[in-house]
């Protein structure tokens, strides 16, 4: 007869931790976070540092390999990704197979994870020379991926790489030129989305982080983990949550409702909450929301929008949340995705398309923590237990007698 009390209480080394909230799953060098003091670093540096002074590629080179690059092995880090920016030229067909109104993080999903169906000479995960390629690809392609996600959601043709343009440049020439017209970037655009992909490049064991680490951890390869990664940042409580920001100003409407959905955010009977608030390890201002807030104003300004009603609203919201003592108690402040999706929208990019430059920025952290798995030696496969609660030796009775 089993007795499950006994069972638990008999079994060693056994932690019930819903939601992982104090289970350190890992050793890690890549990101640190002081969640009380609104700290994060990367690979020792802060992210304000990193996001005034360095460009995404920095960042990238700096998450995978540990050290800023001096400008040689920038130089030579940019050409290695520009080089497998193109994608396999069937993979136009995947995207065929998509509904036009399909969610562009649905194809990004399906198509990330079938990049392993046209690399095989990049999957052997042993091979330090092929983790590397393959972690060049997914920087690499990813941009083009996403860009097309978006051109096909429009129904226009499908714009190449130009590997004479930058990173974040590439990325805003494949979504928005045509064609049929030249399309000059706006370098102070280019500069925030820039921004944008560093304050997104990682953020420690977060929770798409952690199944990219999961999926790893049985040995299967780099893409099928991305597209795992992918499938999990599409979440409203993760990465989805830029999008559900935008969605949420657009129903507030007017500065002059504020309250009434910050009221309905704190009552407890109503499952409305407050997006782009609260932060599983932040319980101070998440040090991106405050770097995004200033991009914000640079990227409004330059493109002379002096009246934005959804910059006024969240202004005001940000206003009333901070010294409302329900806030204030449970140490909600605004995250990286606040202001984000006000910037995004002011580059002209619609609001489906803000979880996939989430999921396009963190590829290259869910690369990095996933290439420091493979290399640690006490890696083993991710393998969490369970507390049961259903019946136990239960009389088994034939289906014609059921
Ligand atoms: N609005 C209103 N109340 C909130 C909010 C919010 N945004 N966030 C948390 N709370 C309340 C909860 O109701 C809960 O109250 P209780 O203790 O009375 O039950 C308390 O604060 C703690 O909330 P939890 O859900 O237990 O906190 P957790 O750490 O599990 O969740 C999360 C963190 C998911 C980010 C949460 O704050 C949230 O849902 N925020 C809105 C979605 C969002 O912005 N997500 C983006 C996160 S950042 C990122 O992924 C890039």
Known sequence: VVDVRKFYADTDHFTYDPGFTSTGSCESKISFIDGDKGIL?????????????????????????????????????????????????????????????????AIMVGVVGAL???????????????????????????????????????????MYPRNDLRYAEDFLHMMFATPCEEYKVNPVLAKAMDRILILHADHEQNASTS???????????????????IACLWGPAHGGANEAVLNMLQEIGTADRVGEFVAKAKDKNDPFRLMGFGHRVYKNFDPRAKIMAKTCHEVLGELGIKDEPLLDIAMQLEKIALEDDYFIEKKLYPNVDFYSGIIL????????????????ARTTGWIAQWQEMIEDPSQRIGRPRQLYTGDVDRKFVPLHQR
Not at 84 to 102: C, I, N, P, S, Y
């Open 116 to 158: 392993s169906a046209f690399y095989h000479d990049s999957l052997d995960i042993n091979d330090p020379h092929h983790r590397m390629v393959s972690s060049y690809r997914l920087i690499a392609k990813m941009p083009t991926i996403a860009a097309w996600a978006y051109k096909y959601s429009v129904g226009q043709p499908f």
């Open 211 to 229: 199944t990219v680490r999961l999926a790893g951890s049985s040995g299967a390869n780099p893409f099928a983990c991305i597209a795992a990664g």
């Open 345 to 360: 929208k002011a580059m002209g990019i619609p609001t489906s398309m803000f979880t996939v430059l989430f999921a396009l």
């Open 41 to 105: 670093q990367h690979r020792g540096y802060s992210i304000e540092d990193l996001a005034e002074n360095c460009d995404f590629m920095e960042v990238a080179y700096l998450l995978l390999k540990g050290e800023l690059p001096n400008m040689e092995e920038k130089s030579k880090f940019e050409n290695d990704i520009t080089m497998h920016t193109m994608v396999h030229e069937q993979l136009h067909k995947f995207f065929d197979g998509f509904r036009r109104d399909a969610h562009p993080m």
